[in-house]
């Protein structure tokens, strides 16, 4: 089983999503994320995304973005887009793979926030692993 999670940079929600996947799933489901569209201007993941993640026991591995290819659609066996407003007509042909998170998103400044947005992203990966292993 392979889990991707898609968001528009790949530096917050589908970056957090990875991270707490990965350690709470460990090695037996592979996982990875990536973004529709690179921020090359800002290609790294804000320090208070770090510091939310770090408080709950997380961290991330690969703080490099990384773009979503169309190969990505073949290897994943289940898409978490974790963002609210994705264009949808990216994953023709895939829908049935995929399922939305309505994740709002916040400003990289916006600690409380990035705090609530990170705690919510973490349940709901506990769902989906408890989900998995049942």
Not at 86 to 98: L, T
Request: hydrophobic share 40%; net charge negative.
């Amino acid at each position: 089983m392979n889990i991707l999670f898609v968001d528009m940079h790949n530096k917050f929600r589908s970056k957090i999503a990875e991270a707490i996947f990965k350690k709470l799933a460990g090695d037996k489901i592979g996982a990875k994320s990536c973004g529709l569209v690179l921020d090359f201007m800002r290609p790294f993941v804000c320090q208070n995304v770090h510091i939310a993640l770090n408080e709950l026991g997380y961290r991330i591995d690969n703080e490099q973005p990384r773009h979503l290819y169309r190969h990505d659609f073949e290897w994943a066996d289940k898409i978490f887009i974790t963002m609210k407003e994705f264009p949808s007509d990216v994953f023709k042909g895939v829908e049935e793979k995929v399922e939305i998170w309505q994740i709002e998103s916040a400003d990289e400044m916006e600690k409380e926030k990035i705090r609530r947005i990170t705690k919510e992203i973490e349940e709901k990966v506990k769902e989906l692993v408890k989900d998995l292993d049942s």
